[in-house]
C-alpha cells in the first residue's frame, strides 16, 4: 500500500505529482480533491460524490485530510468568534474571528506556544511547544470556515506564535491560501505581523506573494523595548529600522505599525514623537491597542492618553487609528483561552 499523504500539507504541484505518479490520476482530479476540500470544505473523501466509487475507497485510506479538532469555541456579544483547537498530538492552538460588517477577518495561529516572552502577552507565558506545519495554519481557516458555514475575507497571522521563525510552513500555507485552484484568497487579504525578526522580514521582501506586513514595535527606543520584548536585544530597532525600508523599497507596501498602549509604560507623549522620528519619510499606518490586561503587571493606558498619543502622532503626519477593541468579554487577547483552559 501507498504510505498516506497529508492533504493539507501539499501545495498545488505536490497535488498534481501525488496524482499523477501515486494514483495514476489525470490533473483534473487534482482539482476537483482541491474544489472540495478549499471550496466546499468537505474533508471525507466519502462526500467526494464526482469521484467514483472504487477511486473514493482507494484514496480514503491513501488521503489523510485533518482539520484541528474544535477543544472550545467562545462568542463575544459584539461577535467576535474564539476558537480553540486541538492538534493530532494533544497541542492546542488559538484562532479568533473578527467581523467588522460585512468585513470578516480570521486571526491564525502560527505555532503552538511561542519563543519570544513578550513580557506583557498571555501566549509567551505558557513557553513554546512546537512550529505549525502548513496544513495546520491552513486547517484553522478551513476548520473555521465549515463551522461558520461561509468564507471569512482575510486573514492575519496575530494568533499564537512569531510566524517569521516558522517561515517554511508559514510561505508554504500562504502559497496555499493564495493558490486559485485552491484557497484563492488575494494576496492583499493576507497579513503577516511580526515582532521584528529581521531575516523574516528580508525574506518577506522577496516572497513572490504581496502579502501585508504589520510590526508590533510597543516601544520606540531600544531601553524600553528591551523590557518589554526581550526579541528586541537580538534585533534591535537600527537593524529592525533598515530591514523594514528594504521591504518598503522592494515591495512599495505601507507597512502597519503595532502600538499596544500601556499604562504609564510606553503611552507619553515623548514616546509618540519617539515613534514620529522614527519612522518619518516613510509609509506607515499605526495601529494603537489598548493593552488587554493578561498579568498583573500592565494595566491599559487610560482612553485619555491614547488620544493625546494619537492627536501628537497625528499632528507629526503618522497617520494613526485607535483600534476598536473586540471580544474582550471573551478573552480574545492571544493565548488566554488556552491559558484558561490548560489553568495555568
Ligand atoms: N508574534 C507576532 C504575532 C502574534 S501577536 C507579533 O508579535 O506581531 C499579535 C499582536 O497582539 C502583537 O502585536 C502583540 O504584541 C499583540 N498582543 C499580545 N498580547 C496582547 C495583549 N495582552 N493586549 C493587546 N495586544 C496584545
Known sequence: MNEPLNALDLSYEEWI???????????????????????????????????????????????????????????????????????????????????????????????????????????????????LSAGEIVGQLLAMEKRLGANIGNVVFMGMGEPLLNREALFKAITILNSPKMRNMGARHITVSTAGIVPGILELAEFPVPVRLSVSLHAPNDALRNKLMPVNKKYPIGPLMDALKTYQQKTGERITVEYVMIRNVNDEPEHAYETAALFSGMGVYVNLIPYNPVTDRYQRSNPERIKVFSAALSRLGIENEIRKEKGTDINAACGQLRRREQGN
Not at 467576535?80 to 467588522?100: A, C, M, N, P
Request: with cysteine.
Open 17 to 131: 505529482e501525488a496524482c499523477a505518479n501515486k494514483w495514476s490520476l489525470p490533473r483534473y482530479r487534482a482539482d476537483q480533491l482541491c474544489q472540495w476540500i478549499y471550496e466546499k470544505k468537505v474533508f471525507s473523501v466519502h462526500e467526494m460524490t464526482n469521484l467514483s466509487k472504487e477511486l473514493r475507497e482507494r484514496l480514503a485510506y491513501e488521503l489523510l485530510i485533518l482539520p484541528p479538532i474544535l477543544a472550545a469555541e467562545e462568542t463575544s456579544k459584539d461577535g467576535t468568534r474564539k476558537f480553540l483547537w486541538q492538534l493530532y498530538d494533544g497541542e492546542r492552538i488559538e484562532t479568533v474571528f473578527l467581523s467588522h460588517g460585512n468585513h470578516t477577518t480570521a486571526c491564525l495561529s502560527s505555532q503552538a506556544g511561542c519563543k519570544l516572552n513578550c513580557s506583557f502577552c498571555a501566549t509567551g507565558q505558557s513557553g513554546f511547544a512546537r512550529d
